[in-house]
């Protein structure tokens, strides 16, 4: 069954440093999205990607974090300079049609950031 | 996008018939239902999406009234593994991407 991956699995960094996420989404899909997971918290929408730009975003993608679609594989979601509170399971997803219509999101197994 | 209210936990024993209801009272006409499973450090999983009556697969049911204004996620003779949080989604309006998370129902299920 095909899959989004994701890495690092895990990454530790620190305050103000940049980090990028790497995710493969599943390869016929053209939806693309990142959500986070702060531990014990409610899994959040960050951003959605389509035709090579972003279709939406939320309160929390502030200008620290940006995404990009390299080279028609990967996607990369990019913190400039990260925060404590950025501390948290980030994860990749993948849609073959609009996200919230089929419902059908495919999910990363995640990147959890720890950063000190 | 509608809010959703889901029982906060559940507990089950092997072998039982487990029915999570979730409230929906503001969902509008575009909504569709949905819900995810979510396993400990794993990204969310589709289980099942309706819109009106009764949807079924390989792993749950889905269970809408007429109204709409709830949902019924049944999980025939739940296993160990089905130990999990459940998330009823609600939402769907076709100019939207974005899926909205709530607190979900922390199903243990016990031997």
């Known amino acids: 069954e095909p899959e989004v991956t994701q890495t690092p699995s895990h990454q530790v960094t620190q305050m103000g440093q940049e980090v990028i996420l790497r995710c493969v989404p599943i390869s016929n899909h053209l939806y693309f999205y990142w959500y986070r997971q702060i531990l014990g918290q409610k899994v959040e929408f960050l951003v959605s990607f389509y035709n090579n730009e972003i279709s939406e975003k939320s309160e929390i993608f502030d200008d620290q974090f940006s995404v990009e679609r390299p080279d028609g594989s990967n996607f990369t979601l990019k913190i400039r300079s990260t925060k404590l509170e950025d501390s948290a399971m980030y994860f990749c997803a993948s849609s073959a049609g609009q996200g919230a219509a089929t419902g059908e999101l495919f999910f990363g197994e995640g990147s959890r950031l720890t950063v000190l | 996008l509608a809010k959703t209210t889901q029982p906060i936990s559940m507990d089950s024993y092997e072998g039982q018939e487990v029915n999570i209801t979730c409230s929906h009272n503001?969902?509008?006409?575009?909504?569709?239902i949905t819900w995810y499973q979510q396993f400990p450090s794993q990204g969310p999983r589709f289980i099942i999406q309706?819109?009106?009556t009764k949807v079924t697969n390989e792993v749950a049911s889905l269970f809408i009234p007429a109204d709409r204004k709830s949902s019924t996620l049944s999980l025939p003779r739940v296993s160990l593994s089905d130990t999990a949080v459940y998330y009823c989604?609600?939402?769907?309006?076709?100019?939207?991407?974005?899926?909205?998370f709530g607190t979900g129902t922390r199903l243990q299920v016990f031997p």
């Open positions: 989604l609600v939402g769907a309006v076709f100019n939207t991407d974005k899926l909205i």
């Open positions: 503001n969902i509008a006409t575009n909504d569709y």
């Open positions: 309706g819109y009106k």
